[in-house]
Structures are given as C-alpha cells and as structure tokens.
T-cell receptor
C-alpha cells in the first residue's frame, strides 16, 4: 500500500465548476501538506502548503487538512481553462533533520470552456 | 536567476549505454534530489543529497549513481541504460529537506 493515495483521474469539468481534489495517507506522523501544479511538459510548482489540520485559502484555491481522517483536499472555485494541469499532493514529516517529500500519483484535471 | 536547470531536455539511448543527466541550481539550497515520473506512479525519489559530499538513496535507486561535489551541481548517472528507465526525470532543490521543492523542467529519456 502506498503511503499517499491520489485518484489519477482524468477529471473533466466545465468552466466555472467547483473542483475537489483529494489525497489520503497512512502515516500519522505527516505534519506538512502541499499541493503542486504541473502543466504539460513542465516541472511541478508549489501551489499551496498547510501545516497540521485546518483550512488555508488563497484566491480561488482552498487547501483543507483533516488529520483525524488522514485526508487532504484542494478545492478550486470558479475553475478556468488555465487551471487545466496535473495536481500532485505531497506531504512530509519535518523534524530537526527535515524529511523526504512523499508525493501522490497526481490527478489530471481538464477544464473545458 | 535561472533556478534549477536540467540538461538535456530530451535523450534517446540504446540499451546498455551510459549517460549523465545534469542538474545545476543557483538558489544556494542545501538539499537536492532526483525524481522519476511515470504514468500513474507520481514522483518517485531516486537519490538525494543534504549537502555537498553527502548523498543517500531514495525509493528507486537501482541503476543510478549520484555525486555532489559542489552545492550547485547534482548529476545523475545511468550506468547501463535499460528500457525500464524510460521516464521523465526531474531534479529538485529545497532550502532544507522537507521544505518547498523547486523543480527543473525535466529530462525526457527514452531507452530503446
């Protein structure tokens, strides 16, 4: 069983829809949670990061962490064709020595005009 | 600032050939890593380095070597290429391990 599970999709939605992307994980020690966005034939770029449980909002994007359920989500409001990309969740245990990032499989999102 | 630069962008190798994928960063980050990305598999860590002179294995190290003689450079060597190494390879840096990762543009490698 992978430490981090993410539905690979693909997910296709009409422009303006609310998108929900999700990851589950098994390691209860994970403390830092990130979402990366990867456009086609490009490297991933950090979109959001959160620490522990709760919500974090940045414009149309909201990251949510539920540590009790070992479940994280990324919500995209008013989705745009420019949001079409692969979204990867990542998480880590960041102690005094740091920790390796563990990535989900990535979800391919297509927003249709 | 260029950030993280990977060369080459594309490469075709024959089975058994060796090659080096280059990665250079100008961000003065301690931590560097190599990942491979395959369909449905996400990013898998090959090797990483927490500083010059220090390297360690990740999740899928077999068939790959690394060295870190300077802060800026972290080359990945394929010793004897196999078709199973056909993939997209990404180099990444972090200010410290477990922080935000900055990725290069990737190297698309095909082994025939």
């Amino acid at each position: 069983q992978k430490e981090v599970e993410q539905d690979p999709g693909p997910l296709s939605v009409p422009e303006g829809a609310i998108v929900s992307l999700n990851c589950t994980y098994s390691n209860s020690a994970f403390q830092y949670f990130m979402w990366y966005r990867q456009y086609s034939r490009k490297g991933p770029e950090l979109l959001m990061y959160t620490y522990s449980s709760g919500n974090k909002e940045d414009g149309r994007f909201t990251a949510q962490v539920d540590k009790s359920s070992k479940y994280i989500s990324l919500f995209i409001r008013d989705s745009q064709p420019s949001d079409s990309a692969t979204y990867l969740c990542a998480m880590t245990v960041r102690g005094s020595q740091g920790g390796k990032l563990i990535f989900g499989q990535g979800t391919e999102l297509s927003v249709k005009p | 600032n260029a950030g993280v630069t990977q060369t080459p962008k594309f490469q075709v190798l024959k089975t058994g050939q060796s090659m080096t994928l280059q990665c250079a960063q100008d961000m003065n980050h301690e931590y560097m890593s190599w990942y491979r990305q395959d369909p449905g598999m996400g990013l898998r860590l090959i090797h990483y380095s927490v500083g010059a002179g220090i390297t360690d294995q990740g999740e899928v190290p077999n068939g790959y070597n690394v060295s870190r003689s300077t802060t800026e450079d972290f080359p990945l060597r394929l010793l004897s290429a196999a078709p199973s190494q056909t993939s997209v390879y990404f180099c990444a840096t972090e200010r410290r391990q477990g922080h935000e990762a900055f990725f290069g543009q990737g190297t698309r490698l095909t082994v025939v």
